[in-house]
Nanobody, 116 residues
C-alpha cells in the first residue's frame, strides 16, 4: 500500500503564488517518478510536472517558466512551486507516484483556485 498526501492548495489572486507539497509513504521500493497532474471541471487530467528518479523534470507546456517541481528522494516528497498563477490554472491538483512493475498511485487531490 502506498499513501500520497497533498497539501498547500487554496484560493489565490491572479499573478500570485502557491506551493503544493506531497508526501508519499508505505511500500515505496522501486520509485521511477513523482508527478503532479491537474483536472479542471469538464477537462481530462493533464500532466503538470514530472520528475524522474535521477532524471530531468518535464513540464506541461502551459506551466513552463512559471512552475518548478522539486523532489526529495530521501523523504519521498515532491513540491510544486507555482508562480504567476492564472485563472486557467484553477483545478484539482493530484500527486502521482510511479514505480516498477506498473505500480501507479494517486493522492486525493488538493483544490487550487485562481480568482480575483
Amino acid at each position: 500500500q502506498v499513501q500520497l498526501v497533498e497539501s498547500g492548495g487554496g484560493l489565490v489572486q491572479p499573478g500570485g503564488s502557491l506551493r503544493l507539497s506531497c508526501v508519499a509513504s508505505g511500500n515505496i521500493d522501486h520509485p521511477l517518478a513523482m508527478a503532479w497532474y491537474r483536472q479542471a471541471p469538464g477537462n481530462q487530467r493533464e500532466l503538470v510536472a514530472s520528475i524522474s528518479v535521477g532524471g530531468p523534470t518535464d513540464y506541461g507546456d502551459s506551466v513552463k517558466g512559471r512552475f518548478t517541481n522539486s523532489r526529495d528522494g530521501a523523504k519521498n516528497t515532491v513540491d510544486l512551486q507555482m508562480n504567476s498563477l492564472k485563472p486557467e490554472d484553477t483545478a484539482v491538483y493530484y500527486c502521482n507516484l510511479k514505480q516498477l512493475m506498473g505500480a501507479n498511485d494517486w493522492g486525493q487531490g488538493t483544490q487550487v483556485t485562481v480568482s480575483s
